[in-house]
């Protein structure tokens, strides 16, 4: 594709998007699939027929050869089987075909993916259901060209075995509750979307030194390495100027993702050496997810081509920053009315206030709940490290709308709301310009920015579906415990106002705008009774309580078993990752560290030996201590590697998949950390000739 244009004119090119049905499409069967989209209505098997065509004739002008149903299992990654168009006509001919049977369905194995105990090893049986309301893309790749169908995928039972269906099931249940509550206020929107924008934080190290470290090749992350003279302390690589080679990497990458129709925007370089950022403009929830899936894919691919590697794990250097992924989450109408948007005057907007409120209690009953959502075995890593948001859940609301609140529980209602002010720089020059009404919060878990929240806990490698899915659900059931107390009312202003103070005064302990980094929060947080659940293996419990069941089977999103499964599937992704890293820790320090040491040592002894009638007493004595030291700590590192052995074999002899995370968690994970202490006082004593991986230094400064 020749990207030589002007961005507006290719932007897009290899996505079906609806300028390209709306073009290719007879008209009946373009209302029809536009009525699916945006309606629901049943897509009949003639206009699917009729779809299926035009999208084959466009994908092959542009190459393609193959389709494949794309899908999200619960691995976290995408999945694909592909197929081509290849069909034997008459009298054996080949001919190019594709049905529409075969773009609203496909049979994918359902067994060979994490399913919880909801498909037996037997039973095989899974399907791939076309999401007309995502665009089909094109990728292309050394391979060729391919056409990617985005679908959903579920059991052969019904149950769903992906990220995709709950996240979808979520969507209609918040516009269900949602549309109630507007039309109290005499609003008939036809829908209600939920928009997201998703900042995608990533390191991008040099590609050969990258496959000569098995840590990051089998865990994404490094398992040793020791701080090197310098980290980001200096704080002069946030914001800097952006290196060439990075700059190269970012170009090609914003192209192949404007083909595809998603709307990169902003790009720098983050606080860690070796760290950048890439956040786009918002989309509909699920389309986003689609893109930032395709964000992740494209980033790996187009880092291999430029000689780098992209690393993007929540933890991949020990001392430094680590990645995360901001969710900005808002709620926005057909019509384009952006209900978290507060307006010029707050304190008169009821309706933003009410459904501030809805969000406000959703996030108090089911804290616990959203920390599991932003989870991952990385993620521990991360939350909490006075980098990222910690793992107590709160929200920020500013101090503008903490002071409509204050006032409506003082006096039963809001008179005013505080104005923005000008900020005075002191420079003559500069024109004056308009401050926020709040400060932010970057400490904050779930911090409202203006007109919509961030949740800044989700993981870097996490898909943003499982976050959204539980956003959505928890809202809508908020709303519609508000919209049934609401109907009916007599006085409906008076009556909002009555349930916002509510509201508030039960929930406002979720509320906080001071320093979720200190040591003080963490008391007071205990103090309101606020959950503080440290691991993702003590988060998952969250997904079985009573209240979360409920929820999500009154609002449709999951049912106990899909829960029970997921349940399961967590606490098995957790052990399995622990025990992919310790094992790799045993390989690398029995076949790599521990020998170049022991090499190390025995050079130092030999010089020792040849030299020692040349020195005086204090120079044989100080070489001696420097071999005493590293024979030290090869000691150390050889009792800490049986001990990490010792703890893994024990773990894999365990029955329970809570049971085997939990003592991952306990014991194996205390065991790799006292196995690193030695190895990387190893590393700055040995030879760096004899050192068998790159260093920290030469990874993220050496690009």
Not at 572 to 592: C, D, L, P
Request: charged share 25%; proline share 4%.
């Amino acid at each position: 594709m020749d990207c030589d244009m002007d961005l507006t004119q290719y932007f897009g090119c290899n996505t079906f998007n609806d300028a390209v049905m709306r073009e290719r499409l007879p008209l009946p069967a373009y209302q029809a699939l536009k009525n699916s989209i945006e309606n629901g209505d049943e897509l009949s098997g003639e206009v699917a027929d009729v779809v299926a065509n035009a999208m084959k004739q466009w994908a092959m002008e542009r190459g393609a050869t193959h389709f494949t149903h794309w899908f999200q299992p619960m691995t976290g990654v995408t999945a694909e089987k592909h197929d081509s168009f290849l069909a034997v006509g008459d009298n054996g001919r080949v001919i190019m075909e594709f049905s529409g049977k075969e773009l609203i369905k496909g049979e994918p194995d359902a067994s060979s993916f994490p399913s919880g105990g909801l498909r037996a090893t037997f039973e095989a049986r899974g399907y791939t259901a076309w999401d007309c309301t995502s665009p089909a893309f094109l990728r292309e790749d050394s391979s060729g060209v391919t056409l990617c169908i985005p679908t959903a995928f579920c059991s052969y039972t019904g149950e769903a075995l992906d990220k995709k269906t709950p996240l979808l099931r979520s969507m209609e249940a918040i516009n269900r509750e949602a549309q109630r509550v507007l039309k109290l206020f005499g609003k008939n929107v036809k829908h209600v979307d939920v928009c997201v924008g998703s900042e995608q934080e990533y390191f991008l190290i040099d590609r050969e030194k990258y496959l000569k470290r098995d840590d990051l090749i089998f865990s994404g992350r490094t398992l040793f390495g020791a701080k090197p003279p310098k980290g980001q302390e200096m704080d002069d690589h946030y914001f800097g100027t952006i290196k060439e080679r990075v700059s190269s990497f970012m170009h090609e990458l914003n192209e192949e993702l404007w083909k595809l129709g998603i709307y990169a925007k902003t790009q720098h370089n983050e606080a860690a050496p070796a760290q950048h950022e890439l956040a786009p403009i918002y989309s509909t929830v699920n389309i986003e997810t689609d893109h930032n899936q395709l964000v992740m894919e494209c980033m790996k691919k187009i880092a291999a081509r430029h000689g780098l590697a992209c690393l993007l794990h929540e933890k991949p250097f020990a001392g430094v920053n680590g990645s995360g992924k901001h969710n900005n989450w808002s709620l926005v109408t057909n019509e384009g009315e952006n209900l978290m948007k507060p307006g010029k005057k707050p304190h008169e907007n009821l309706q933003f206030l009410l459904f501030l409120a809805a969000v406000i209690k959703a996030c108090d009953e089911h804290a616990e709940l959203i920390r599991m959502s932003a989870s991952c075995p990385g993620n521990d890593y991360r939350l909490g490290g006075a980098e990222a948001p910690p793992a107590i859940f709160s929200v920020f609301i500013g101090e503008q709308l903490e002071d409509i609140f204050a006032q409506l529980l003082a006096n039963g209602k809001a008179t005013s709301s505080k104005e923005r002010e000008l900020l005075k720089i002191g420079v003559s020059s500069i024109p004056y310009i308009k401050k926020d009404v709040s400060d932010r919060n970057r400490t904050s878990p779930f911090a409202f920015t203006g007109n919509k929240f961030e949740l800044r806990m989700v993981g870097s490698s996490m898909s943003i579906a499982d976050a959204n899915t539980v956003l959505n659900s928890i809202v809508a059931d908020s709303l519609r415990e508000i919209a049934n107390e609401l109907e009916g009312s007599v006085d409906f202003n008076d009556k909002v106002v009555k349930v916002i103070c509510k509201i508030i005064n039960d929930h406002k302990r979720v509320i906080f705008d001071g320093n979720g980094y200190s040591k003080e929060w963490v008391e007071e947080a205990a103090r309101r009774g606020l959950p503080n659940k440290e691991s993702y293996v003590d988060a998952i419990e969250a997904l079985t309580y009573d209240k979360t069941v409920s929820m999500f089977e009154r609002q449709g999103v999951f049912t106990r078993p899909e829960l029970e499964a997921r349940s399961e599937i967590a606490y098995e992704i957790y052990s399995k990752t622990v025990n992919i890293e310790a094992r790799t820790m045993i390989e690398m320090a029995s076949r790599k560290f521990i020998p170049a040491a022991v090499k190390h040592a025995k050079i130092l002894a030999d010089t020792i030996n040849s030299v020692s009638s040349a020195l005086d007493e204090s120079e044989a004595d100080n070489m001696r201590e420097m071999l005493g030291e590293a024979l030290e700590h090869i000691g150390e590192a050889r009792r800490a590697l049986k001990t990490l052995d010792d703890n893994v074999n024990t773990a894999s002899r365990l029955d329970g998949e809570e049971k085997r995370a939990r003592y991952f968690r306990d014991y194996v994970v205390k065991a790799m950390k006292n196995l690193r202490e030695p190895v990387d006082q190893l590393e700055t004593l040995v030879d760096a000739e004899l050192w068998p991986v790159p260093t920290y230094g030469e990874m993220i400064f050496e690009i």
